[in-house]
């Protein structure tokens, strides 16, 4: 098999020697995980034949819960790992694949975090010029605003923003259809249409499960989705749909005993029964961008390549004269919503590089100067001993 027992055959190997019903069992778990040839590539290539290999499904605090084809492990990294980690996005997020060794039933050590085709990360929240990882591997993120009182389109570009520097598909998911009107839907519609171009739109409700089949059919097997969105968006809610079971806790209860809310508090990845995997998140107040230079080139395509015409190389386009941007703004061309919001994440990008850039070097000159000291102590000690 894949994973389980000895770990040391490859895929193909596992194919040949083992019997129907497990081979079938394992490669399910696995496959409808999302595991591909790309990946077990590397896990040959690699030598990590002697690793179970599997994918982390929740995590708290350096724990973490890893989905393997034979269970599910508590799990911590390696202190190799740890000791040689030069920022957060070298640790396990939702979503990795993991190589991993078991000890008992039920505890595993993670060894290596095989390469992501896709990291969702935003500004740690109170920590600026930090980034946390939101999930890592992931095909489609579901961008979910209410559209009763939620739905807020500069917010939308910020999440496509982060989107196409993840190298994740946006769509967009407008709920609580049942609580609005006609007049409202159209005018969020319109909206949409003059500043989003090209991201596909799903309005549901899932109270009366208006428009809910049409994503359902949307979610393909082996694909991996995220929720994205503030709180008490519905979340939880469509996730429960999806899947038809009540997976994820939400604040339904909480309305009729007035007992607090069940908002979501932990990252979960769980597989739906006819395939797709399915992470909810936590709704989230800020999403701040950070590197997200490409990302603000695919979501402002047409600012961008406007600007390719301006008079001046490093126009800011603010205030320049000859500035092709300011130009199709004041004749409509571009909309004056999206110029604005251009601008504040550009600008927002801007202060989150300078804040890393400053701090290396902040790192680099304690680093040297610690080198100095280190050198001199030992100088002085060095003599002391009549060493020249
Ligand atoms: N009327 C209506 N209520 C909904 C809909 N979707 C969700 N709700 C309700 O909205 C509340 C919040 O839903 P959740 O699914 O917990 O929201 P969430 O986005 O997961 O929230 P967090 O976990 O805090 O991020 C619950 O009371 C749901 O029953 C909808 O389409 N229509
Ligand atoms: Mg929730
Ligand atoms: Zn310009």
């Not at 559209?147 to 570009?157: A, G, K, P, Q, T």
């Not at 804040?355 to 000690?381: C, I, P």
Request: glycine residues 8%; aromatic residues 8%.
């Amino acid at each position: 098999m894949l994973t389980s027992g000895t770990g040391t055959e490859s895929r193909k190997t596992v194919t040949i020697c083992r019997g129907p019903s497990l081979k079938k069992y394992n490669y399910m778990i696995l496959d409808d995980l999302g595991y591909n040839d790309k990946l077990e590539k590397f896990r040959v290539d690699n030598n990590l034949l002697g690793f179970k290999i599997g994918r982390v499904i929740t995590e708290h605090k350096e724990r973490y819960i890893v989905k393997t084809a034979d269970g599910d492990y508590e799990a911590e990294i390696v202190g190799n790992m740890r000791f040689s980690a030069k920022g957060r996005e070298d640790f396990p997020a939702v979503g990795d694949w993991v190589a991993v060794t078991t000890y008992d039933s039920d505890f595993a050590i993670i060894h290596k975090i095989l390469p992501r085709f896709s990291v969702i990360k935003r500004q740690a929240v109170g920590q600026f010029g930090e980034v946390q990882i939101i999930a890592a591997n992931i095909d489609y993120a579901f961008l979910v605003q209410a559209v009763d009182r939620d739905f807020n389109i500069n917010r939308l570009e910020r999440y496509l923003t982060i989107c196409n520097s993840s190298g994740v598909k946006p769509v967009i998911v407008l709920s609580k259809t049942d609580l609005t009107d006609e007049m409202r839907l159209n005018e969020i519609s319109d909206s949409l249409k003059a500043r989003i171009k090209n991201v596909p739109v799903f309005a549901i409700s899932n109270e009366t499960l208006n428009g809910f089949e049409s994503i359902r059919r949307f979610i393909e097997k082996g694909k991996t989705y995220c929720m994205l969105g503030s709180s008490g968006v519905g979340k939880s809610t469509l996730l429960n749909n999806l899947s038809g079971k009540t997976i994820m806790r939400t604040d339904t209860i909480s309305q009729s005993t007035n007992k607090g809310r069940h908002i979501t508090t932990n990252r979960e990845l769980i597989i739906l029964d006819g395939g797709g995997v399915l992470i909810d998140n936590p709704g989230m107040k800020e999403v701040g961008i950070t590197d997200s230079t490409n990302g603000l080139e695919l979501t402002f395509e047409a600012i961008i390549s406007l600007s390719g015409n301006c008079r001046f190389k490093d126009c800011t386009h603010t205030k320049e004269a000859g500035c092709c941007v300011i130009e199709a703004v004041e004749n409509g061309e571009i909309d004056r919503g999206t110029y604005d919001n251009y601008l504040r994440l550009e600008r927002e990008k801007e202060y989150y590089i300078s804040t890393v850039a400053e701090r290396r070097k902040r790192d680099m000159e304690f680093g040297k100067m610690l080198k100095n000291y280190k050198k001199d102590a030992k100088k002085n000690t060095d003599q002391g001993k009549g060493v020249i």
